[in-house]
């Protein structure tokens, strides 16, 4: 499960060390952004040597990349992947020959370090405007690919709007990013609230990203996690109801029953596979903490 | 790796640590000033020593300010610095 | 009748101080204390020395009182904390004999039982009268409570009142009695406001803290403890105060309705007693002004002393009813023993303060710390010093989760089955040495012991050593 996916810079040694202990169910080691141009150098070798000597518990390791119109970008996979981190996440992917060649070279590297072919995955962040159109496409384009990223920040720059709290500039970016991973097959995961000191901004914009079927959201602050975890995971009601439904069908099946009802509800095909999906999570859930 | 010019990384933060490389003729010349001295000051001598010859680098002046990093951090920010002063252009 | 005396040179000689006696002091000015090392330079100008000093506690500010231990006019030293600056010179041995280190209980205790006599103390008081009734809840150097002041005043063989604010007689709002005291002496300034009492104590913000904090108030959630009736203890920083934060959130949302909160007082217990969680807080020391300001106007809000929070052979004590405490430590080992006495290279800098006197009451004890900082790692095989006995600590919550003590068999079949992470301490030891690596041994036991640690038996429980 991600349902959280917390950022941390990757020139920052206390940072790195610590990311694994606070709560998130993946953490991204980030060389982008969140480092400057002159410490690029710095930043490799820093996850580098983390990957290489650090155990991250049970947090899924993400290391974000520079982007392919940088020259930094085939060194970060060179330095970074022969120590395996378990998700690669390219920035700016905007169509199909980004993949292409990402997968190129992460093909010859675990050859060359030994790694199974395949076993690095990919999360692309869709921030731009030609990304998102081409969205379908991208997530369907490799087998490594997991999911996607939205990026909300660089998107409105593209698109020439404001970015705000509300969201409503990027309704139609959401939307359409969660349509193309699931036709595709893969996870769709929301951008995060940047809003530091807003506890209710960030649940209102967490349960929006929930109801319009995001797996998760990236998050920039330690101290969002537990919230979006707590949102992201199932209720216990929707646990309990979700046995009901199973134990209703079994119900049916052994009185020779065709059609089923829960709760004076019909159960047809979509409320099982929902069913299925919370019982699913319920059980990658155990034994994690929020 | 031949030292070639003065190369510096990492920071003064907690659980960070400072490196200096300079050129110098004489084989690794290494000085450790650190939080945890008495407790770590002998082995974070040595790592330094092994991981710069792994490195390829016999001659140089390390300077060393440490404030309780860890080993990957250790060898992190030297291979930063030493890179830095190399010949080739640090990317 | 007169007890007003103009200097302090005149009321050192009044008393009739001299060589060889013992002298006290309270620490409730803090940091910002002037008193203490006043009234040292008049002893010292009066040529008076080989004094033994009981002080509650002592701060960086009172380092001159070094340069009166190496001229001799200080011989000997008894006290409860001593910070970094202070204990630095200590464990370097400037000091002859060892430093007498107790609990702020047994202080309390010795003082009432006679076990510890004191010759003169010398009380700081913001406000007073001229007969010696006095408080610390007004003035321009207000402190609150003056928890730590009672015993001596009541039990020294001569009080010493030193104010900066004398109103008329009779002071209504007294904490300290006038039948106890001998002199009174007016100066300028007891103290400095902003070292006295810092502003308002924070929230954390670092993400570990926080963490920690949350892992160690959903165990005390699922211990049974939290319910109606509810009394708590806690430090004024880091994890500790986070601690009181989370229980807030807790508590508010189930209406939980607490009895007391005690100890040291912050303002944030203060908020937590206005917004209905606590009835009341059993105030020993004041640590911001928030809590000054709440002392003086709430009547829930009660001053209580050393010998009321936690005095061994008092007939019973706040300290006694206490359901939960929070406490730090420097270090502890794998038999569960808390260093708050040394780092972890033995340098002195700190002292049980009310540790060992909680952490032996209360019904759950819980030290919240990151496992390593900085590549020095809070739990070891061996603390440097034992402080507070393994068998009165019942958790250790770190980053990775709850550590229970062997001995406490119901609260690991009660915290089984919560969902929070238990991790053995012999797990913790192994992974802090995977982090950080071995140190290296120093061996300091050839050097001379500088400090003898008593227990709230009156045994004692640890020495320090001399690091030279």
Same mark, same amino acid.
């Given at each position: 499960m991600?349902r959280?996916?917390?950022?941390?810079?990757?020139?920052?040694?206390?940072m #790195?060390?610590?990311g694994?202990? =606070?709560?998130?169910?993946?953490?991204? !080691?980030? &060389? @982008?952004? %969140?480092? $400057?141009?002159?410490?690029?150098?710095?930043?490799?070798?820093?996850?580098?040597?983390?990957?290489?000597?650090?155990?991250?518990?049970?947090?899924?390791?993400?290391v974000?990349?520079?982007s392919?119109?940088?020259?930094?970008?085939?060194?970060?996979?060179?330095e970074?992947?022969?120590?395996?981190?378990?998700?690669?996440?390219?920035?700016k992917?905007s169509?199909?020959?980004?993949?292409e060649?990402l997968?190129?070279k992460?093909?010859t590297?675990?050859?060359k370090?030994?790694?199974? #072919?395949g076993?690095?995955?990919? =999360?692309?962040?869709?921030?731009?405007? !030609?990304? &998102? @159109?081409? %969205?379908? $496409?991208?997530?369907?384009?490799?087998?490594?690919?997991?999911?996607?990223l939205?990026?909300?920040?660089?998107?409105?720059?593209?698109?020439?709007?404001?970015?705000?709290?509300?969201g409503?500039?990027?309704e139609?970016?959401?939307?359409?990013?969660?349509?193309?991973?699931?036709?595709?097959?893969?996870?769709?995961?929301d951008?995060?609230?940047?809003?530091?000191?807003?506890?209710?901004?960030?649940?209102?914009d967490?349960m929006?990203?929930?109801?319009?079927?995001f797996?998760?959201?990236?998050?920039?602050?330690?101290?969002?996690?537990?919230?979006?975890?707590?949102?992201?995971?199932?209720?216990?009601?929707?646990?309990e109801?979700?046995?009901?439904?199973?134990a209703?069908?079994?119900?049916?099946?052994?009185?020779?029953?065709?059609?089923?009802?829960?709760?004076?509800?019909?159960?047809?095909a979509?409320?099982v596979?929902?069913?299925?999906?919370?019982?699913?999570?319920?059980?990658a859930?155990e034994?994690v903490n929020? | 790796?031949m030292?070639?010019k003065v190369?510096?990384?990492?920071?003064l933060?907690?659980?960070?640590?400072?490196?200096?490389?300079?050129?110098?003729?004489?084989?690794?010349?290494?000085?450790v000033?650190?939080?945890?001295?008495?407790?770590?000051g002998k082995?974070?001598?040595?790592?330094?020593?092994?991981?710069?010859?792994?490195?390829?680098?016999?001659n140089?002046?390390?300077?060393?300010?440490?404030?309780?990093a860890?080993?990957?951090?250790?060898?992190?920010?030297?291979?930063?610095?030493?890179?830095?002063?190399?010949?080739?252009?640090?990317? | 009748?007169?007890?007003?005396i103009?200097?302090?040179?005149?009321?050192?000689?009044?008393?009739?101080?001299?060589?060889?006696m013992?002298i006290?002091?309270?620490?409730?000015?803090r940091?910002?204390?002037?008193?203490?090392?006043?009234?040292?330079?008049?002893i010292?100008?009066?040529?008076?020395?080989d004094?033994?000093?009981?002080?509650?506690?002592?701060?960086?500010?009172?380092?001159?009182?070094?340069s009166?231990?190496?001229?001799?006019?200080?011989?000997?030293?008894?006290?409860?904390?001593?910070?970094?600056?202070?204990?630095?010179?200590?464990?370097?041995?400037v000091?002859?004999?060892?430093?007498?280190?107790?609990?702020?209980?047994?202080?309390?205790?010795?003082?009432?039982?006679?076990?510890?006599?004191?010759?003169?103390?010398?009380?700081?008081?913001?406000?007073?009268?001229?007969?010696?009734?006095?408080?610390?809840?007004?003035?321009?150097?207000?402190c609150?409570?003056?928890?730590y002041?009672?015993?001596?005043?009541e039990?020294a063989?001569?009080?010493?009142?030193i104010?900066d604010n004398?109103?008329?007689?009779?002071l209504?709002?007294?904490?300290?009695?006038?039948?106890?005291?001998d002199?009174?002496?007016?100066?300028?300034?007891?103290?400095?406001?902003?070292?006295?009492?810092?502003?308002?104590?924070?929230?954390?913000?670092?993400?570990?803290?926080?963490?920690?904090?949350?892992y160690a108030?959903?165990?005390?959630?699922?211990?049974?403890?939290?319910?109606?009736?509810?009394?708590?203890?806690?430090?004024?920083?880091?994890?500790?105060?986070?601690?009181?934060?989370?229980?807030?959130?807790?508590?508010?949302?189930?209406?939980?309705?607490?009895s007391f909160?005690?100890?040291?007082i912050?303002?944030?217990?203060?908020?937590?007693?206005?917004?209905?969680?606590?009835?009341?807080?059993?105030?020993?020391?004041?640590?911001d002004?928030?809590?000054?300001?709440?002392?003086?106007?709430?009547?829930?809000?009660i001053?209580?002393?050393?010998?009321?929070?936690?005095?061994p052979?008092?007939?019973?004590?706040?300290?006694?009813?206490?359901?939960?405490?929070?406490?730090g430590a420097t270090?502890?080992d794998?038999n569960?023993?808390?260093?708050?006495?040394?780092?972890?290279?033995?340098?002195?800098?700190?002292?049980?303060?009310?540790?060992?006197?909680?952490?032996?009451c209360?019904?759950?004890?819980?030290?919240?710390?990151?496992?390593?900082?900085?590549r020095?790692?809070?739990?070891?095989?061996?603390?440097?010093?034992?402080?507070?006995?393994?068998e009165?600590?019942?958790l250790?919550v770190?980053?990775?989760?709850?550590?229970?003590?062997?001995?406490?068999?119901?609260?690991?079949?009660?915290?089984?089955q919560?969902?929070?992470?238990?991790?053995?301490?012999?797990?913790?030891?192994?992974?802090s040495?995977?982090l950080?690596?071995?140190p290296?041994?120093?061996n300091e036991?050839?050097a001379?012991?500088?400090?003898?640690?008593?227990?709230?038996?009156?045994?004692?429980?640890?020495?320090?050593?001399?690091?030279?």
């Amino acid at each position: 499960m991600r349902r959280t996916m917390l950022f941390l810079p990757g020139n920052s040694p206390n940072m #790195i060390a610590n990311g694994s202990f =606070l709560g998130a169910d993946s953490i991204i !080691l980030d &060389l @982008e952004d %969140a480092v $400057s141009p002159d410490n690029k150098d710095a930043a490799r070798n820093l996850v580098k040597s983390a990957l290489k000597h650090l155990t991250f518990g049970t947090c899924e390791v993400i290391v974000r990349i520079n982007s392919l119109d940088t020259p930094y970008w085939e060194i970060d996979l060179e330095e970074v992947v022969p120590y395996h981190p378990d998700v690669i996440m390219p920035t700016k992917v905007s169509d199909c020959l980004t993949i292409e060649l990402l997968v190129e070279k992460l093909d010859t590297l675990e050859q060359k370090c030994g790694l199974e #072919i395949g076993s690095v995955k990919l =999360l692309p962040l869709i921030e731009t405007a !030609l990304g &998102l @159109e081409h %969205a379908y $496409s991208i997530a369907s384009s490799s087998k490594r690919i997991v999911g996607l990223l939205l990026g909300a920040e660089d998107l409105t720059a593209d698109l020439r709007c404001e970015r705000t709290k509300e969201g409503r500039e990027i309704e139609y970016a959401r939307g359409r990013l969660v349509n193309a991973a699931r036709a595709a097959g893969v996870e769709p995961y929301d951008c995060p609230f940047t809003a530091i000191a807003d506890p209710e901004g960030l649940a209102v914009d967490t349960m929006l990203a929930k109801s319009l079927g995001f797996s998760g959201k990236a998050v920039i602050n330690p101290r969002h996690v537990s919230r979006v975890n707590e949102i992201f995971s199932p209720t216990t009601g929707e646990i309990e109801y979700a046995k009901n439904v199973f134990a209703a069908i079994e119900e049916a099946g052994k009185l020779g029953k065709g059609a089923i009802s829960l709760n004076g509800k019909m159960i047809d095909a979509p409320i099982v596979q929902r069913a299925k999906l919370v019982l699913e999570a319920a059980r990658a859930l155990e034994g994690v903490n929020t | 790796m031949m030292i070639v010019k003065v190369g510096i990384a990492g920071t003064l933060e907690s659980s960070d640590i400072m490196i200096r490389v300079y050129p110098g003729g004489n084989g690794l010349q290494i000085e450790v000033e650190s939080l945890v001295y008495r407790q770590f000051g002998k082995h974070i001598t040595k790592l330094i020593e092994t991981t710069a010859r792994e490195l390829g680098v016999e001659n140089a002046i390390i300077e060393a300010r440490d404030f309780g990093a860890l080993d990957c951090t250790i060898c992190a920010r030297l291979e930063t610095a030493l890179k830095r002063a190399g010949k080739e252009a640090a990317v | 009748m007169k007890k007003m005396i103009s200097s302090l040179r005149e009321v050192i000689a009044a008393t009739g101080l001299s060589d060889g006696m013992c002298i006290s002091f309270h620490h409730h000015l803090r940091g910002g204390d002037y008193v203490l090392n006043m009234v040292m330079d008049e002893i010292a100008a009066a040529g008076i020395k080989d004094l033994t000093v009981n002080a509650s506690s002592l701060f960086d500010c009172h380092l001159p009182l070094v340069s009166h231990i190496k001229s001799g006019v200080v011989t000997g030293l008894e006290t409860n904390y001593v910070s970094a600056a202070i204990g630095k010179e200590l464990s370097a041995g400037v000091l002859k004999q060892p430093v007498i280190f107790r609990s702020h209980g047994l202080r309390a205790s010795d003082i009432v039982t006679g076990r510890s006599v004191i010759d003169v103390a010398f009380i700081a008081a913001p406000t007073s009268d001229p007969m010696g009734n006095c408080t610390g809840k007004i003035g321009p150097s207000a402190c609150g409570s003056l928890g730590y002041a009672y015993a001596d005043a009541e039990y020294a063989k001569k009080t010493v009142i030193i104010t900066d604010n004398l109103v008329s007689y009779p002071l209504q709002m007294r904490s300290i009695q006038e039948i106890n005291v001998d002199y009174v002496a007016v100066v300028d300034s007891i103290g400095d406001p902003q070292g006295i009492v810092s502003g308002t104590t924070k929230m954390p913000k670092d993400p570990i803290a926080l963490r920690i904090a949350e892992y160690a108030a959903k165990a005390i959630e699922s211990s049974g403890l939290l319910r109606d009736g509810f009394s708590f203890q806690t430090g004024a920083g880091g994890a500790s105060l986070a601690v009181a934060g989370f229980l807030k959130e807790i508590m508010l949302k189930k209406g939980i309705k607490g009895s007391f909160a005690l100890g040291g007082i912050t303002g944030y217990l203060v908020d937590m007693m206005e917004q209905g969680c606590f009835q009341s807080l059993q105030d020993v020391q004041c640590f911001d002004l928030k809590a000054v300001d709440s002392i003086c106007r709430n009547p829930n809000h009660i001053e209580i002393s050393a010998a009321q929070y936690a005095s061994p052979t008092a007939k019973s004590t706040a300290a006694n009813s206490l359901d939960v405490v929070v406490l730090g430590a420097t270090q502890i080992d794998k038999n569960f023993n808390v260093n708050v006495h040394t780092d972890s290279s033995g340098y002195l800098m700190g002292g049980s303060g009310g540790h060992t006197d909680v952490a032996a009451c209360a019904k759950l004890t819980i030290i919240v710390a990151p496992l390593s900082r900085a590549r020095t790692s809070i739990v070891v095989d061996k603390v440097k010093c034992v402080s507070t006995p393994g068998e009165s600590i019942d958790l250790l919550v770190t980053e990775y989760g709850i550590t229970v003590n062997p001995l406490r068999t119901d609260l690991l079949e009660v915290l089984a089955q919560s969902k929070l992470p238990i991790v053995s301490i012999q797990q913790l030891l192994t992974t802090s040495v995977a982090l950080n690596g071995i140190p290296e041994e120093t061996n300091e036991r050839e050097a001379r012991v500088i400090g003898e640690v008593y227990n709230r038996d009156n045994r004692m429980i640890d020495v320090i050593y001399q690091i030279l």
